[in-house]
């Protein structure tokens, strides 16, 4: 029974390849085509060779963006950069500015007191030469 099972798929597979396939659409010989066609297929040509080259400067177009688009971003990271740096300095400024105007505020205080004390001493001074002193 199993060779008579394997002789009937062999006999199945040899009727389906056999089988001719049939085209599907009728084919147009070269004869059958006239000038009109013609003109017309090299009309569409045309047109498509046209839109190719389009694409083709769109595209070169792309490119140029795209590359322009890295040089933007390659400046913005530089000037970012250069800003945090300017911050930085910037505040080292300010603390040094602060610094120098607590010195002078403290100078100034100094001064005051010298000068009263200046004060005192010549009206001191004066009150011990009027006296007799």
């Known amino acids: 029974m199993p060779d008579k099972i394997k002789r009937l798929a062999k006999a199945l597979n040899n009727s389906v390849s056999s089988t001719p396939i049939k085209p599907s659409a009728k084919q147009v010989k070269i004869n059958d085509v006239d000038e009109?066609?013609?003109k017309k297929i090299y009309d569409l040509m045309a047109q498509m060779n046209s839109k190719l080259d389009k694409l083709d400067q769109i595209e070169i177009h792309l490119a140029q963006v795209d590359q322009d688009?890295?040089?933007?971003?390659?400046s913005y990271t530089f000037v970012d950069e250069t800003a945090d740096e300017l911050k930085k300095m910037q505040a080292v400024q300010d603390s040094s500015n602060k610094s120098l105007e607590e010195s002078i505020a403290s100078i100034k205080a100094k001064n005051l007191h010298l000068h009263a004390?200046?004060?005192?001493?010549?009206?001191?001074?004066?009150?011990?030469?009027?006296?007799?002193?």
């Not at 688009?69 to 390659?74: A, T």
């Not at 004390?117 to 002193?133: A, I, N, P, Y």
């Open 69 to 74: 688009i890295k040089d933007l971003k390659h």
């Open 117 to 133: 004390s200046t004060l005192d001493e010549k009206q001191h001074g004066v009150l011990q030469f009027t006296r007799g002193g």
């Open 36 to 38: 009109t066609d013609l």
